[in-house]
């Protein structure tokens, strides 16, 4: 017997959850900052706890940088902003939540 989602009481073959959580509107904020010896990275805060992990990794495959996730933000190297925008979008995000700054 397959595993039910606690969320949707669906089979874990046939949940939504996940494609509908990244379909509602969220504020995501993606900005760069400096690092330590004068580095750049790129920070995407208002990914939801529960897709940070996987999203870090997507991120980092599409864009071909290293990176990490702390706490609730997604830190990756290098100045990615518009390039994770356009893989953000492309992962499942809609680009009306997304805000570049």
Same mark, same amino acid.
């Given at each position: 017997?397959?595993?039910?989602?606690? %969320?949707?009481?669906?089979?874990?073959?046939?949940?939504?959850?996940?494609?509908?959580?990244?379909?509602?509107?969220?504020?995501? %904020?993606?900005?760069?900052?400096?690092?330590?010896?004068?580095?750049?990275?790129?920070?995407?805060?208002?990914?939801?706890?529960?897709?940070?992990?996987?999203?870090?990794?997507?991120? %980092?495959?599409?864009?071909?940088?290293?990176?990490?996730? %702390?706490?609730?933000?997604?830190?990756?190297?290098?100045?990615?902003?518009?390039?994770?925008?356009?893989?953000?979008?492309?992962?499942?995000?809609?680009?009306?939540?997304?805000?570049?700054?």
């Amino acid at each position: 017997m397959s595993e039910i989602c606690p %969320k949707c009481g669906l089979p874990k073959e046939l949940c939504v959850c996940d494609v509908l959580d990244k379909e509602t509107e969220t504020k995501i %904020k993606i900005y760069k900052k400096k690092a330590k010896f004068n580095k750049v990275m790129t920070v995407i805060e208002g990914i939801a706890a529960n897709s940070i992990e996987e999203t870090t990794k997507d991120l %980092k495959r599409l864009l071909a940088c290293g990176g990490t996730y %702390k706490g609730n933000q997604i830190e990756l190297q290098g100045d990615h902003r518009e390039a994770t925008k356009k893989a953000l979008i492309n992962i499942g995000y809609k680009a009306s939540g997304i805000d570049l700054e």
